[in-house]
């Protein structure tokens, strides 16, 4: 009889850290468990959910039996968002002033250092300039950084000066060094450039991911490949994404959109994933994931990185929920720990709650706390003002009422800048906390919710709010979510957004009507309703919308079930270039060829693609890739054959699924 192997799928969410455990022989999912992100400490939430999972097997699970694990994360496109990253100096060979300037780097990152050295290579692949080696190694030895970022001119044609670049860093300084051409093999040298420096700036992030989940995996004795999940839904080994953590963004989406194909069978489909802090929406058309070609964009960065074509909002079941002047309620984009969470791990929140409630003065700073990151148990690496550090130093691992410690607008500017550093956290009012008072949810049980339902009653309506008023303020905060999370599956299936179009509203609403008319607009796809809070708001969402609301089995950690099931590609792209005269030139991966024969040029472009993807895909872990090659030519007008070719595209995409650590 053959043993039973497993792969267990990790997803490390703003929220919760999820894991599922997969039967491999039997392509099904046998467990799966949550566990709150510890942002402090990563592999504290990885361990809990793991050993969460696995002590829901009758049978139990051991360490042996597992022969992969695979780790989907938004750590990467959160960094991007929120700016955050290591110390990088850039080196930009053969650029010219106004290259540089294009880049957009110095205007994104004030007083990064930036190195622009001689070199480079003309559009042949022929080198334009000789690299000044001694200016580069006297200029890496100037800048006081982590990382490099390494773009040379014409480099997709031609890549040793990126390559002799790195050696030299390598040889002065020992730090890692990003090439632009190893991570993109588009032409823009100016967006290759900013797209290494922001792969070098995620460098040491996500090689702490991957050493928390490392002693995750020591701690439970699993020893087993280690893989992450890219942007387009791919595996890598963990050890090849270290270098490339770029490829990670939007890793969290993908992994949804993996999970729920794999979990409801269907091919066509808008995945809507609401998670705690945000929603992500996908489409999968033809069995396939919709791919943004010209790059991913997060944080207003049009990267090169391929990565599916997702939408993300800030609209979570942990969304803050505010009140503006005219006592209109708002959700989000901001995330905050819950109320009914902070009382559930933290029982004196209930105190400070019914003290908030016996001041008569009120105030909009009422119900609302700050601590410590879960999870941080040593000091956390950002820079801090004095201010700054005078109001972290009141901040510990217990929530605080903000209005004791922030009382000015001063030190409220203070905390919001060290909550953007992720130095800090804060609890506040969420949907959760509304549906537990609706008795939609019950996660966390307890008085919390409630109690921080009035306070929010009591600052809208001046007045303090009987059971009914505060059931109906909750039922609005439930109708508002709704409402918010339909308009953003609407956007998708429409490809645009309408923004607030009353036609939309109408429906998105749930009043149906517009005057005297009736109004209905439907996603001609079923909805895929993936994540936590989903069962809560979206049954009422396809109500609204008419739709076919889909909700697969694990529906709650389908980004989980996605690192685990996902497979490993990669495309290699050749070209050959004819110059009308008899010469064709070869432009692959290590470099440039020249043939006089327009066939022999392209069959050995044809092989050269094809091995280059069969073997960058094993690289990543795969075993027996299978590779399929695409050819388009163009001619001269008159040519009878190849050997009038003016350009030919080879691509070669190499699939392959993880190399297992069955023994």
């Known amino acids: ?44 939430g990885v361990t809990g959910a793991i050993t969460a999972a696995v002590a829901k097997l009758p049978q139990g699970l051991r360490p042996e039996d597992i022969s992969l694990v695979s780790v989907s994360t938004t750590l990467a496109t959160n960094a991007v968002v929120e700016g955050h990253g290591s110390a990088v100096g850039v080196i930009l060979i053969g650029f010219d002033q106004a290259m540089a300037e294009r880049t957009g780097i110095a205007k994104a990152f004030p007083g990064m250092p930036i190195a622009m050295i001689a070199g480079g290579h003309d559009h042949n692949g022929d080198e334009a300039k000789p690299l000044d080696v001694a200016a580069l190694g006297a200029a890496v030895l100037a800048m006081p950084v982590d990382a490099f970022a390494i773009a040379s001119a014409f480099a997709v044609r031609n890549p040793k000066h990126e390559q002799r670049a790195r050696e030299i860093v390598a040889e002065a300084t020992g730090k890692p060094a990003t090439l632009s051409t190893e991570l993109t093999s588009a032409l823009d040298a100016p967006r290759r450039a900013l797209t290494a420096v922001l792969n070098a700036r995620l460098i040491s992030r996500v090689s702490m991911l991957i050493s928390a989940v490392r002693r995750s995996m020591a701690e439970l004795r699993i020893d087993c490949p280690l893989m992450i999940v890219k942007g387009d839904g791919t595996l890598a080994l963990a050890d090849r994404v270290a270098l490339r953590p770029i490829e990670t963004v939007l890793s969290g989406p993908a992994a949804s959109l993996v999970g729920a194909s794999w979990l409801c069978g269907a091919k066509d489909f808008i995945m809507s994933d609401m998670g705690g802090t945000t929603t992500d929406l996908g489409i ?45 309620i708002t959700v989000g984009p901001q995330r905050v720990a819950p109320i009914s969470l902070l009382a559930s791990r933290y029982p004196e929140v209930v105190a400070m709650l019914e003290a908030d409630l016996a001041d008569t003065e009120g105030g909009s700073l009422h119900g609302k706390f700050v601590l410590k990151p879960f999870g941080a148990t040593a000091a956390l690496n950002a820079e801090v003002n004095p201010r700054e550090a005078e109001l972290l130093a009141l901040v510990d691992e217990r929530p605080k009422p903000i209005r004791k410690v922030a009382v000015s607008s001063a030190a409220q500017r203070a905390l919001a800048s060290l909550k953007r550093k992720g130095l800090v956290q804060t609890g506040g009012f969420t949907p959760s906390d509304a549906a537990h008072v609706l008795g939609l949810q019950d996660n966390w049980p307890g008085p919390a919710a409630e109690l921080a339902a009035k306070l929010m009653v009591r600052f809208r309506d001046m007045k303090l709010g009987d059971a009914a008023r505060v059931q109906g303020f909750c039922r609005e905060v439930w109708s508002e979510t709704v409402r918010r999370t339909a308009k953003v599956i609407l956007d998708t299936a429409f490809g645009k957004s309408f923004g607030e179009h009353e036609l939309v509203d109408a429906v998105c609403s749930g009043r149906g009507n517009l005057g005297l008319a009736r109004v209905s607009l439907s996603p001609s796809v079923p909805v895929v309703a993936v994540g936590g809070p989903v069962r809560v708001y979206y049954q009422e969402v396809g109500k609204r919308l008419g739709c076919e609301m889909v909700f697969p089995p694990f529906f709650d950690v389908a980004n989980a079930v996605g690192a685990a099931t996902g497979v490993i590609a990669q495309v290699v792209t050749v070209t050959v270039e004819g110059d009308g005269s008899g010469l064709f030139r070869l432009h692959g991966p290590q470099g440039t060829a020249v043939f006089t024969s327009g066939p022999e040029a392209l069959a050995a472009a044809e092989a050269l693609a094809r091995s280059a993807a069969a073997e960058a895909v094993r690289q990543l872990g795969a075993e027996e890739p299978q590779v399929h090659v695409s050819m388009s030519k163009s001619r001269l007008p008159d040519a009878v054959d190849d050997n009038g070719l003016l350009e030919a595209k080879i691509r070669a995409e190499a699939i392959g699924r993880p190399e297992t650590g069955q023994r």
Not at 9 to 16: E, M, N, S
Not at 23 to 28: I, K, N, P, V
């Open 1 to 44: 009889m053959t043993a039973r192997t497993y792969l267990i799928g990790v997803d490390t969410g703003g929220t919760y850290t999820d894991a599922a455990v997969i039967e491999a022989q039997g392509h099904r999912v046998v467990a799966s468990a949550k566990s709150i992100t510890t942002k402090g400490d990563l592999s504290i």
């Open 284 to 328: 999968l058309q033809n069995g396939r994931p919709q791919v943004a070609e010209q790059g991913a964009e997060v944080g207003g960065w049009r990267t090169m990185v391929k990565a599916i074509d997702v939408k993300t909002v800030g609209l979570g079941g942990d969304s803050e929920i505010a009140i503006d002047l005219n006592g209109k």
